[in-house]
């Protein structure tokens, strides 16, 4: 009997139609919802001829560019740091060590719980304070590497758990070590779990860069909100938030799209045979 079969019986004819009736109200509340939104936006004027005019001007577009690829260029250093913080963290939560584990679960459930803002805030004021002259991307970076490092930390270890114990028991068994057996027979079973997991929150990190803004971090919200604010294209605040918009849609959906061919590519490559596999075959 299959996991799904233990966990819920498959849907009747009544319920699927009930599923499906429930699709189609929920997606015509949601067309109605945006043609609301979309009927107040014209009917204040905001789409109109002046203000979509700066959109036009190079200038402007460079602008866009310029805090859109900042946005990139502090999401790919953090998201790089945060896999390497992440990775060592649950290395320690996962030690035999009383010594490395204890500290590593106290440092991932502090910075779990406090809020990324904050962190950013006590980068840039205590940089202030102090004359330590970090800049505000770096606020940014290091405030998304301790929080986005701690989550991802436990998408390792809790990847790692996810393997069979056996696996680890004849690991140990030929003779490796236990670092050995992390790095050599865990993790490469654990990677195709843990892959769609550990592209979301990188997904989660590219959005969390917009906070930048707060810490004068000259990303794309930040660029948006200069540009909209201009009193002589009547304050096209809405035109230019929708184009900033478009611009994370676009990037998220290409990252999933990234996301889905890895884990279809992994699923469709032969299974890696571990040392310990390799070990127990028969001579």
Not at 200 to 225: M, P, R
Request: net charge positive; charged share 15%; with cysteine.
């Amino acid at each position: 009997m299959s996991g799904a079969s233990v966990l819920f019986d498959a849907p009747g004819p009544r319920a699927r139609r009930r599923h499906r009736l429930i699709g189609v109200v929920s997606l015509l509340m949601t067309l109605a919802l945006v043609g609301v939104v979309v009927g107040l936006m014209v009917a204040t004027d905001q789409f109109s001829a002046t203000r979509i005019a700066q959109l036009q001007y190079a200038q402007i577009q460079r602008a866009l560019l310029d805090g859109y690829l900042a946005t990139l260029r502090a999401a790919g250093l953090a998201a790089v740091l945060a896999l390497l913080l992440g990775a060592v963290l649950a290395s320690g939560r996962l030690s035999e060590h009383g010594w490395l584990r204890r500290p590593a679960t106290v440092v991932v459930e502090f910075f779990r719980a406090v809020p990324l803002l904050i962190l950013m805030f006590f980068f840039y004021y205590g940089s202030l304070e102090y004359g330590l002259g970090i800049s505000p991307m770096w606020c940014v970076v290091l405030g998304l590497t301790l929080y986005n490092g701690s989550v991802l930390a436990e998408v390792f270890r809790a990847g790692v758990v996810a393997v069979p114990r056996g696996q680890r028991e004849a690991a140990l068994a030929v003779g490796l070590r236990p670092a050995q057996v992390l790095r050599l027979v865990l993790l490469p079973q654990a990677v195709r779990s843990m892959l769609p997991s550990i592209v979301s929150q990188l997904v989660v990190l590219l959005k969390d860069t917009a906070l930048g803004f707060i810490v004068t971090y000259s990303e794309l919200l930040y660029v948006a909100k200069q540009i909209g604010g201009r009193i002589d294209f009547d304050f096209p605040y809405v035109v230019t938030y929708l184009v900033v918009a478009v611009l994370y849609i676009a990037t998220c959906v290409a990252l999933s799209r990234l996301a889905s061919w890895l884990e279809g590519r992994a699923r469709r490559s032969p299974a890696v045979r571990t040392p310990a596999a390799q070990g127990a075959a028969p001579a």
